[in-house]
């Protein structure tokens, strides 16, 4: 099943007052736009091919500061309309020539939103219509007269709070939405609204008390307060270890750099020992792989490349999910050639590289006291160690 996504932020959200900015949606949170967070969530499974962000005229600029670097699958932009459904539908026209398959529509303002319950719902649209991600009423319900007193004690058996991303087969909620529009009807506040109106069967799956929707400005201080407590937990570590044997030649590319020599390294690309290592640290870290899956040793395009590419690559996955490198720290083992006058023209050719500071590059090499095909001058190898930091 092909799944796209549309994100609501059109509205202008005025409950919440912050500085700065046109709307909560491009609030920072953790120093990082709200927007932006959320389709760094929706983008992290892996699941959605592509998302479309619905938003108001008057935040071109805002919205462009917010995707500034983001590098999922984003669409352009749209405008939204005059209601929350209005929005939608006009996301969800925008979407219609690329014919997805399934569609999850997503609040803005709900960047907590976690992949499993992503995965809840686009599971749950392979046996139905449609699948909102909800959550049992806890509190006990009263309706209120004109006086505000009392006027009687709603059951909550059976009553569920609704939160997004609510999905949908596509054709279905889109012809559904059309229907409402052109009925005249323009202010249902969800999407399963529209899709129940249409005769649409959506079912109920388990939602999260983490995806809340950010209204109030303390909506704002809980969320930053909550942050500033799981900053330090989400910190990934990898590991690359790489070997390659020398050939005839008169110089070696170690850490991006080259280096006069008796001999070469062999290899498919140029046989930066260091850079692939550290490549597959960062891989490693985020759990996306290792370089010879995405840079197949086979593929012709690879031949001579220059392993900087490897990872430049590895380090735009990094962006896309919002995380940034921690540290890198690579150990070289040698007879030959002498590594430390070296050393800091590795630091900045890496750290050029990742886009990091040279502060967070460490190299370092020993020789293996002649022993083992180190020691016998065969080959170098190399191991790095990487840290990532996941929002
Ligand atoms: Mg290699």
Known sequence: MRIAAVVVAAGRGTRARLAGVSAKQYAPLGGVPVLRRTLGALASTGAIAMLQVVIHADDRTDYEQAISGFDGPLLAPVVGGRTRQASVLAGLEALAPHRPDGVLIHDAARPFVEASLLTRVILALQHHDGAIPALAVADTLKRADDAGFISETVSRTALWRAQTPQGFRFNEILAAHRAAAAAGQHDLTDDAAVAERAGMKVALVEGSVRNTKLTTTEDFNVAERELKGSIVADVRTGTGFDVHRFADGDHVWLGGVRIAHTHRLE???????????????????????????????????????????????AARRVRALGGRIGNVDLTLLCEAPKIGAHREAMRVAIAAILGIETSRIGVKATTTEGLGFTGRREGIAAMATATVILP
């Open 267 to 313: 290899g498919h690309s140029d046989a930066d020992v260091a850079l692939h290592a550290i490549t597959d640290a960062i891989l490693g870290a985020i759990g996306d792989g290792d370089i010879g899956q995405h840079f197949p040793p086979s593929d012709p395009r690879w031949k001579g490349a220059e392993s900087r590419i490897f990872l430049e690559d």
